[in-house]
């Protein structure tokens, strides 16, 4: 996605990225309480300097089997772990376990 710098030409009717004139980037939407519309999370009379459509990210093992075994072997290539193995399933299964002192005092 790209910066629209034509702030006026922002849609109001869905979340967007907003960056500031300070440098930050957040997301936001329009509202418009009492009739003085503003963007959710700046100041009053702040004005953004440009926007993008906010797109929310599907999680690689939500899009398909193929990629979610993709993506567990990729993990496993770039970890050279010998105990990660990519099922059918998608999922990471483990041949270890992990124990880890939370907090008793030992």
């Known amino acids: ?3 629209n710098l034509n702030v006026s030409e922002a849609p109001t009717d869905r979340d967007l990225w907003l960056a500031t004139k300070c440098g930050k980037v957040i997301k936001t939407h329009w509202h ?3 009739g003085s519309g503003r963007w959710v999370g700046l100041a009053t009379r702040e004005q953004p300097v ?3 459509e906010f797109v ?4 690689p093992f939500n899009q398909s089997d ?5 993506a567990v072997t990729g993990k496993a290539q770039l970890a050279n772990a010998e105990s990660v193995e990519p099922p059918a399933s998608g999922l990471v299964v483990h041949k270890h376990i992990f124990l880890d002192d939370c907090g008793s005092g030992a």
Do not use: N
């Not at 929310?56 to 999680?59: I, N, Q, V």
């Not at 193929?66 to 993709?70: E, I, L, S």
């Open 1 to 3: 996605m790209t910066w």
């Open 32 to 34: 418009d309480k009492f």
């Open 50 to 52: 440009a926007w993008q």
């Open 56 to 59: 929310t990210p599907s999680h």
């Open 66 to 70: 193929v990629g979610a075994v993709a």
